[in-house]
T-cell receptor
Framework: AQSVTQLGSHVSVSEGALVLLRCNYSSSVPPYLFWYVQYPNQGLQLLLKYTTGATLVKGINGFEAEFKKSETSFHLTKPSAHMSDAAEYFCAVSRSSGNTPLVFGKGTRLSVIA | NAGVTQTPKFQVLKTGQSMTLQCAQDMNHEYMSWYRQDPGMGLRLIHYSVGAGITDQGEVPNGYNVSRSTTEDFPLRLLSAAPSQTSVYFC?????????????FGPGTRLTVT
């Protein structure tokens, strides 16, 4: 079975500060990992994904995440927060083989303070 | 492409009423799924389908029915609505051959059951 744990249901940062959103996963097979963002009253939008190969993945809006197998982590970072980054962020995992659904974490709400 | 569309956007039901949430996609995706989103719970999978005529249960299937007669459509039926089904419902779709299984989300349906 797969699972995702997002540490911190709410993270608050100052504008211009580093954003770090934590995600740890559990999977019995090599995983595919995703970060999605949800702006208020909208659906989810893919930020970035890890499949195979390079462990540092760059996504949209300046976000990146690093797959660390030894730590079973896939933390999301952005060097400098912008007010427009305020949203809810979801980490998700799926198996790298077969037709299996995504398993989502409970989400982290990011607030950006001016 | 319209992507993934959902109707209605908002719905209020009385306990015991039935209704169907509509979901359609025009990307020729084999895989479609329904999630519900509740505060602090992330997204939880209700039902999913890997192709026309094939459906399976997710994490929280009770009280919901689905069918998949075409590739494009994947309606979700509430047979007898209960207040516990008050939630935001998201439909998603993706390709199912190969990987990774990036899912495209609709804008959601906000359902209130009184």
């Amino acid at each position: 079975a797969q699972s995702v744990t997002q540490l911190g249901s709410h993270v608050s940062v100052s504008e211009g500060a580093l954003v770090l959103l934590r995600c740890n996963y559990s999977s019995s097979v090599p995983p595919y990992l995703f970060w999605y963002v949800q702006y208020p009253n909208q659906g989810l939008q893919l930020l970035l994904k890890y499949t195979t190969g390079a462990t540092l993945v760059k996504g949209i809006n300046g976000f990146e995440a690093e797959f660390k197998k030894s730590e079973t982590s896939f933390h999301l970072t952005k060097p400098s927060a912008h007010m427009s980054d305020a949203a809810e962020y979801f980490c998700a995992v799926s198996r790298s083989s077969g037709n299996t659904p995504l398993v989502f974490g409970k989400g982290t709400r990011l607030s950006v303070i001016a | 492409n319209a992507g993934v569309t959902q109707t209605p956007k908002f719905q209020v039901l009385k306990t015991g009423q039935s209704m169907t949430l509509q979901c359609a996609q025009d990307m020729n995706h084999e895989y479609m799924s329904w999630y519900r989103q509740d505060p602090g719970m992330g997204l939880r999978l209700i039902h999913y389908s890997v192709g026309a005529g094939i459906t399976d249960q997710g994490e929280v299937p009770n009280g919901y029915n689905v069918s998949r007669s075409t590739t494009e459509d994947f309606p979700l039926r509430l047979l007898s609505a209960a207040p516990s089904q008050t939630s935001v419902y998201f439909c998603a779709s993706s390709y199912s051959e190969g990987g990774p299984y990036e899912q495209y989300f609709g804008p959601g349906t906000r359902l209130t059951v009184t």
